[in-house]
C-alpha cells in the first residue's frame, strides 16, 4: 500500500459506526462520508443516498479508461458490530493499534479492513487511467443490521451490472485464498410470550397460572436439532445436497475436527467436527442467540422474550421457512397466552463454480497471491447477496480474513500483510473482469 493509506484506513476505523443499537446515526453518517471522500479524491463521483431513514449508502462511479467496458459493483459495510464488553479489548476498540502484525480494531476484519483493499484497488487503477471496467461503488451501514436499504436500491438500479465483487469473507487459511460460492441464509426472530399482565407471587399463584417462560422453553424445544445434530423436515425444506464434485473438492481442504478444535468449541454429535463443511455449507440450523425473562427471586414470571436464528442452506426459501418457523412457535402456545414474533430475512446464496466472472476472479487471486485458490461456502450471511443474484449480476465473494480475527467479538484484527495481498488480488480480478462477457 501506497504510504498514508494504512494512516487513511485508521482514521476511518477509528469512527465507531455502529449499527447495532446504541450507536451515534452521526457517526454512520461521517464514516459513510469518509468513504466518499476517497472515491472523490481518486476523481470519481460519489453521493449519500438514503432510503427510508436508513443508514446512508455510499453510491460511487469510478469510469473505464475505455468505451464498452463491463460494468463491475464493488461492495462492503461501513458499519460494525457493537464492540461489546470494553473490558475484554486489550486496546481500545476505535483506537486502532498493530501488534504482532495485526490491527486490532472494531472493523478491522469486519468489514473496513477487509474491504478497505478492494476500494483502493479501483482507486488507483482509476487514477492511474488502467481501470478497464466501469466501477460502481456500493458501502451499506446496515449489513450487521439486517437493514433494508441496500436491498431496496439494488431492486430499484435498472443499470444493471456485468457482476459484483464482494470483500467480507474470509480466506480458507493463510496459505489458501478463497472465494465463497455459498453463503447461508437467515430467519432472525425476536419472540415474546406474554401470560398475564404482571409477574405474580410464586407462592400464592404458582401451579395455577401459566409461566411466561416455561412457555417460551417449550415452544422453542422442537426447532432443536434431533439427537443426530439434524432439523426437523419442515425446517429442512428445499435444502439441496451438495454435488459429488462439490464433497470431493471439500475433501482437499482443512478437515472440519481441526476448525472446530481451533476456536476450543465442543462438537454438537460424534461426527459434527468431520461434517462441519456439509452441516455449516448445504443445511440450516437453528439456534437460540439470547433468552430474558423473570428474576432471581420467588415469581411467576409474566412475559419472557427470547431472540432466535434459523440459518439457511443455499436452495431454501425464506419466506417459506419463516412461516414454518411461525407455525411450529404457535402451535406450543397455550390458550389465553400472547405471543408476538418479530422476524426479519436474509436468502441464501450459491454461485455455479464455471461462471465466467468466478473463474476469471480465480484464476486472478491465484496469479497474484502464488497459492491455489479454493471454492468454499461459508456458514454466515451477507444479505445483499442473494439481491444481486436475484437482479441477475454473478457475485464474486472473497476477502482476506482468517477464522481467528474474532468478528464481532473483542480484540477483532486482521493481519497487516493481508492489506497488500487483498489490494494485489483485487486489481488484479478489476483488470482481469475486462473480458468478462457482457449482457
Ligand atoms: N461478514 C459477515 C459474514 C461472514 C463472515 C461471511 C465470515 C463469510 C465469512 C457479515 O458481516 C455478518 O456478520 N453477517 C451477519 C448477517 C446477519 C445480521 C443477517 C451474520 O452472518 O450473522
Ligand atoms: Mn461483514
Ligand atoms: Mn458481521
Redesign the pocket.
Known amino acids: 500500500m501506497q504510504p498514508g493509506r494504512l494512516e487513511e484506513l485508521y482514521e476511518w476505523l477509528r469512527i465507531p459506526s455502529i449499527s447495532t443499537g446504541g450507536g451515534d446515526p452521526a457517526d454512520l453518517q461521517r464514516a459513510a462520508e469518509f468513504a466518499a471522500g476517497i472515491i472523490r479524491r481518486a476523481g470519481g463521483e460519489a453521493e449519500l443516498a438514503t432510503i427510508n431513514g436508513g443508514n446512508p449508502l455510499v453510491i460511487g462511479e469510478l469510469r473505464a479508461n475505455s468505451e464498452a467496458a463491463p460494468t463491475v459493483i464493488i461492495y462492503g459495510?461501513y458499519d460494525v458490530q457493537d464492540p461489546g464488553p470494553l473490558d475484554a479489548w486489550k486496546s481500545p476498540p476505535f483506537e486502532p493499534e498493530l501488534r504482532e502484525g495485526r490491527i486490532y480494531a472494531r472493523g478491522a476484519a469486519?468489514?473496513k479492513g477487509n474491504f478497505y483493499p478492494l476500494l483502493l484497488a479501483a482507486c488507483e487503477l482509476a487514477q492511474s487511467g488502467e481501470l478497464p471496467v466501469n466501477v460502481r461503488v456500493v458501502i451499506e451501514g446496515e449489513?450487521?443490521a439486517?437493514g433494508e436499504s441496500v436491498a431496496a436500491w439494488v431492486a430499484a438500479d435498472q443499470r444493471g451490472a456485468d457482476c459484483a465483487i464482494v470483500f467480507?469473507?474470509?480466506m480458507e487459511d493463510q496459505q489458501t485464498p478463497a472465494i465463497?460460492i455459498g453463503?447461508r441464509g437467515?430467519v432472525?426472530s425476536m419472540i415474546t410470550v406474554k401470560a398475564q399482565p404482571r409477574d405474580l407471587h410464586s407462592g400464592l399463584y404458582g401451579g395455577s397460572v401459566q409461566n411466561a417462560l416455561h412457555v417460551l422453553q417449550q415452544i422453542l424445544v422442537p426447532l432443536l436439532a434431533d439427537s443426530e445434530g439434524n432439523l426437523c423436515d419442515e425446517l429442512r425444506a428445499g435444502a439441496e445436497p451438495p454435488s459429488a464434485a462439490e464433497l470431493e473438492s471439500w475433501e482437499k481442504l482443512r478437515p472440519g475436527q481441526e476448525m472446530l478444535a481451533e476456536v476450543a468449541a465442543t462438537p454438537l454429535t460424534k461426527n459434527s467436527g468431520e461434517d462441519f463443511r456439509r452441516r455449516n455449507g448445504a443445511e440450516p440450523s437453528f439456534e437460540v442467540n439470547w433468552i430474558e425473562g423473570g428474576a432471581p427471586r420467588t415469581v411467576v414470571p409474566a412475559q419472557a422474550r427470547a431472540y432466535v436464528t434459523v440459518r439457511l442452506a443455499p436452495g431454501q426459501d425464506a419466506e417459506q421457512i419463516e412461516a414454518e418457523v411461525h407455525r411450529m412457535l404457535r402451535r406450543g402456545v397455550p390458550d389465553g397466552v400472547e405471543i408476538e414474533i418479530d422476524s426479519h430475512l436474509?436468502t441464501p446464496s450459491l454461485f455455479a463454480a464455471d461462471l465466467p466472472a468466478i473463474a476469471i476472479a480465480r484464476d486472478a487471486i491465484s496469479r497474484a497471491s502464488g497459492m491455489e485458490t479454493a471454492l468454499i461456502r461459508?456458514g454466515?450471511?451477507?444479505?445483499v447477496v442473494a439481491d444481486f443474484a436475484a437482479a441477475g449480476i454473478p457475485v464474486i465473494v472473497s476477502g482476506f480474513?482468517l477464522a481467528d480475527d474474532e468478528?464481532?467479538a473483542p480484540n477483532e484484527s486482521f493481519v497487516l500483510d493481508h492489506l497488500d495481498l487483498s489490494e494485489r488480488c483485487a486489481r488484479e480480478i478489476l483488470l482481469a473482469l475486462a473480458a468478462l462477457p457482457q449482457e
Open positions: 459495510h469486519d468489514d449489513e450487521e439486517g467480507d469473507s474470509a465463497t453463503l437467515c432472525s436474509a461459508s454466515g450471511s451477507i444479505p480474513g468478528i464481532h
